[in-house]
């Protein structure tokens, strides 16, 4: 793989603990537009670049489809691309399963509107580094007439890793073949580059291009989701169902893992805090039926790993960034004291479709892939139906949760396209 060429953002995991901000920018003016490229290749780290005087910090760039037409890019170029990114998340919410309080109708200005063109993320380990590291890169935006900020979030992953709902985060990081980044499972062999950057060949031996070759080569497609978390509710519902079995075990039934970060698959009875490689469990061998991780779980609809369900898994894999947004709840508070909190989640790959689309729709908001109906995602659903029931495998006789509500709602979101360097330089070239 050319590193070099590839934004860091697409194939590092990131560092523990991090702070990270997005600021999302509109193009009122071709030319300022294109500046802004040329002077974001100047500042964007390439995935070969080692740690540098400010640490693991590294500075992200995405545009979105509206954001390519503002630049300027043919249509020609615009219908090589992915359909999906050319229709836009907004556009896509129904399948997505962005209904009811999730449309894009109730979603937070200006996200999924017309007007976001432009996506920079920055990253850094604290958040006096990420003030730097903005500040390094304040001269690619500020001072351009023609070129508006328009939104900003700013998010964190605590020293412990955890998001909202208290469990820790960011834990699984699958292996590409060529980054020389292992991956978190050493019982998954490494994926084809081709999954994640377009320009080199799939797990399928197929190799995605667009016209010109530049525009896409060593780059990577991200969707972009602010996903608000009800934690009062969640804390609720566990209160409400830990009557044989306390909270904190209905709660790793419906995540998968313990608080810690601790897999059911390692740790079946009780939290460990420290388990021998966390990630280094499959599900077919020893828990085919979901006696000890229920296929209902969030991280078992996630990556399947190697269980016998609809669909081969190896195709569906993504590289996946959450990062918490907003105060935490304090403990102990089981009312919602109006705060908005939450993740913001980054999904990165070269399939849209078969990839984040597919895990969205298929995996998290339905159940038919391992038996289970039209059961959702007990902690990642959004929209659809409401309160469900969730099955928790156990002999003699199965428990049944009921009513499960949605504790997470779609605030935003958004398609975009990570150049590589060598394109955001194309990007920014003057042309008739």
Known sequence: MDLHDIQRGVLSPRPSPYAAAYLAFRIDDRAAGRKLMRRAAAVVTSAAEPAGPLGETWVSAAVTCNGLRALGVPEQSLDSMAWEFRQGMAARATALGDTGPSAPEAWETPLGSPDVHVVLVAVAPDTALLDATIDRARPAYERLPGVTAIWRQDCHAPPAGTEPFGHRDGISHPAVEGSGIPGSNPLESPLKAGEFVLGYPDELGGVQTTTPDVLGRNGSYVAFRKLRQDVAAFRRFLRKSADTDDEEFVAAKLMGRWRSGAPLALAPEREDPAPRRANAFLFAGKDPDGFTTPGGTHIRRANPRDSAVAGEVRLHRMIRRGTAYGPPLPDGVLDDDGADRGLLFAFVGAHLGRQFEFVQTEWLNNGVFFGAG????????????????????????RRKLRGVPNFVTTRGGEYAFLPSLTALRWLGERRA
């Open 374 to 397: 039209d059961a959702r995602d007990p902690i990642a659903a959004t929209g659809g139906p409401g309160a469900a029931d969730y099955p928790i495998p156990r002999r003699p006789v």
